[in-house]
Each structure stands twice: as C-alpha cells, then as structure tokens.
C-alpha cells in the first residue's frame, strides 16, 4: 500500500512536496494510518484532533492515544475539547453536524494562524461509497452521484482510492494501533446502517462491486466535466457581466430544451434551489425576484438580473460641514472652491448657502422627487429612472445627496436645480465622486 500510496502523492498532488500539512487525527485507523503513510513518506505535518466531549473517558483516551502517536512520531499535536452539545443547543441540527461544523472551523483556524498550507482528512473509497449511497437514497444529481473531491481547496484526501480492508491489511502488516469509536458500531446512523448492513449485502451480491463502484464514479466523475465544459459555453452565450450583476437574455435562455434541466445547470452555483419558482420567475411580472442565501435574481422586463448580495447594509450616512472627503458608501472629495471649472458627470457645483447640514447620502424611496437641473418644475426620481432606461438593481444601488429632505444630486447622473450655483453665489462647494 505504501508504494501506491507514494505513487498516487507523486502523480496527482506533486505540489505537496515542500508544503507543511495539518493532518486531522481521530485516533481511529483511517487517519493514524494515514500519519504513519505521511511518516514514511517525510513529509512536513502535523496532527490535529477534536475532543467533542461525547463519549466521557473514551473521547479523553482518543485524545491521549493522539497525543502519544504525536510523539512517537515526533510530530506536533494541536487539541480542541469542544462543548458540541451545547453548540447544537444553539445553533441546531445533528450530533454529526455539529461535530463538522466545529471541526473544519477550527481546522480552517489552525491553517491561517499556524501557516500551514493544507489539511489532510483520512476519507477513504468507503467513505466515498457510503456518500454516494446516501444522496442516491435522497435523491441527487450527478453532482451528488460523482463522489468526494480529492481535493476542496485546501482540503486533500489522499486516502480516496483505498478501500478499508487495504487500509486494515497495512495496519496489520506494520503492527499499528488505532482507537476503535464504539458509536462507528451504532445502526441508528444512517451512515453506519449503510456500512454494516447494505455494503456487505452488495459486496456478497457480486464479489468486484468496489472495483465496479470505483469505474462508475470515474465515468461521473467524466461525465461532470464534460457538463462543466457545456455549462462554461451557456454562461459566455448567456450570461453578460456587467459592473455590479449578469444580465440574462430571457428568450434565449427559454429556447434550452428541457428548461428545468439547464435552469438548474445555471444557477444551481448561485445557491438557488427552487427551481419551479425560477422557471415561474420568467414569466412573471417586472419587479418580481427571488433569492438565494448569496444571490438575488430579478425579473426587468426581457432580462434577468443576477446580482450578489450588497453587504452594505447602512440606509443612510452623515456629512458634517467641516468633512472634506467621504469613504463609505463610496469615495467622494469635498471641497471649497473659487469658480466652477471643469464639469463631469461624477462631479458636482452647489451654493453652499443653500445647504443644510448634516447632508445625506441615502437610496432612493418611492415618492422621491427632484427638480431636474435646466428645467422648470419638479420631477418623480421613478419616472426620471424610467425615462433613463436604469434597471431595477441599479435603481435600487442608487444614491442621492440629501439637504434636508430636498435631494441635491442623484449622484453621478443629475443635479437639482435649487442648489445650482448663479451670479449670487458667494461660496462654492464641489463634490468629485472618485
């Protein structure tokens, strides 16, 4: 096993050689023998194990037994005694999902604050067996049929392409100990039912079904790049970035046989999961959205607007009199001058004598109205958008500089004419938008 093992590091991870690992230890076979395969192999690591209080003295004893594997092998141990059930009194879910939470957040942790460059998990092709088989039994795609990814990032699984009993059979060779998880015996788990009962009744059923198992995620595994080549060739005909969001062409993306399918090809990145409500979402009125936890796609007439999130979260900011520059919710100058000089659409010539202090940076509201600059009479901000042809999402990011409740400037596009600067004006104010 060794030798496989060295040959598969050096034919698909040879960018390791050099690199510091976090390896996560549990104590249990897969992972101290995955040290050991590492110890051999000189490379650079260290052992991390969770203490998540579950089973009294046994969970201490793995801890221990790590600990001692740490030094015999003359590597650094990191420990974590963590209070999962009270992190699942707040925040929820299984015992299971808890436990991973904590572990990869704390892994993620030890990665940035002890400068190492990758994390080691000791998931194995029975691993991968038991996940297959447990979205098969949720209902998947073939993004949930293809398996565990030998590598997530920072994440490598070296083991994936050894089954348990190869991993046994090395331990037994090489006199390894390991600590044995009594609750791995448990069949309440639905992981640990597939494993006890349904993979040995698979295995008797036909004597390669591992190695079969292994050709069918390789075919998957195919198939699903051969999916992401189509998918990248939709998004450049589909898909047009613009500053701020994609504009999607409606009709085009209707004309895809079968809808749904290529609906969930597309977004399905983007967090979406209902996909009735987005295929509805086409034919629906203009205003009309729906939202992922990431992403907002919203209805504008013959397009879709896919747009992340806005992290600013402020309504509405303060300018003091003495300011001379603002960085959030963007970077303007502001400053005294003699004359209005040169004109730009990011820039912005007012009588200070008309101002009120404090302004106001805030988003335009429904009601909002102004008087445009060189015209008499006031106008609605909503029909200026509309006579503007400006989209929902970028009626929504817009900005206005308030005096009071009269707005100064619809930032970066027009001005008011109350404020302009005339013959009379004895201060000027100038605002640059950078």
């Not at 445009?372 to 006579?387: A, L, N, R």
């Amino acid at each position: 096993m060794f030798k496989r093992f060295k040959k598969h590091i050096e034919q698909n991870f040879p960018y390791l050689k050099g690199s510091s690992i976090l390896l996560g230890c549990s104590g249990g076979i897969d992972s101290v023998v995955l040290a050991h395969l590492c110890h051999e192999l000189k490379m650079d690591f260290a052992l991390a194990h969770c203490n998540f209080k579950l089973r009294g003295t046994e969970s201490d004893d793995d801890q221990q037994f790590v600990e001692n594997l740490g030094e015999r092998l003359g590597r650094k141990v990191f420990t974590r005694a963590f209070d999962t059930l009270g992190y699942m009194d707040t925040e929820g879910g299984s015992v299971q999902m808890a436990a991973r939470e904590l572990r990869y957040s704390w892994f993620r942790k030890l990665l940035k604050s002890e400068g190492y460059d990758y994390l080691f998990t000791a998931h194995q092709a029975d691993d991968d067996l038991e996940t297959f088989l447990i979205n098969l039994s949720r209902g998947t795609g073939i993004v949930g049929l293809k398996g565990i990814p030998a590598q997530n990032e920072s994440i490598v699984r070296p083991l994936l392409p050894f089954f348990r009993n190869e991993i046994f059979k090395y331990a037994d060779e090489n006199n390894i100990g390991w600590r044995e998880d009594s609750s791995n015996a448990e069949t309440k788990y639905l992981r640990n039912k597939i494993r006890h009962d349904i993979v040995p009744e698979l295995k008797e059923l036909h004597p390669t079904f591992l190695e079969n198992f292994q050709m069918t995620q390789k075919h998957l595994q195919s198939s699903s790049q051969l999916l992401q080549v189509y998918k990248k060739q939709l998004h450049s005909a589909l898909f047009k970035v613009r500053k701020d969001r994609v504009e999607i062409d409606i009709e085009k993306l209707e004309a895809l046989h079968p809808i749904k399918d290529h609906i969930h090809l597309l977004f399905n990145d983007f967090g979406f999961t209902d996909w009735s409500a987005l295929e509805d979402l086409l034919n629906t009125s203009s205003g009309k959205e729906i939202r992922s936890a990431t992403h907002r796609l919203v209805k504008d007439r013959k397009t879709l607007l896919l747009q992340k999130f806005d992290e600013d979260k402020a309504e509405a900011y303060q300018i003091s009199e003495t300011q001379n520059h603002i960085r959030t919710p963007f970077a303007m100058r502001i400053e005294k001058v003699a004359e209005v000089g040169e004109t730009a659409p990011n820039m912005l010539y007012v009588d200070k004598e008309t101002l009120n202090y404090p302004l106001l940076i805030r988003k335009w509201q429904k009601g909002d109205y102004f008087y445009p600059f060189g015209m008499k009479g006031k106008k609605k901000v909503g029909k200026f958008f509309k006579d503007e042809k400006i989209d929902i999402l970028a009626k929504q990011k817009q900005w206005l500089l308030c005096s009071g409740q009269e707005i100064v400037w619809i930032i970066g596009k027009r001005a008011d004419e109350r404020f302009k600067v005339t013959g009379r004006t004895k201060n000027i104010i100038k605002f640059t938008l950078l």
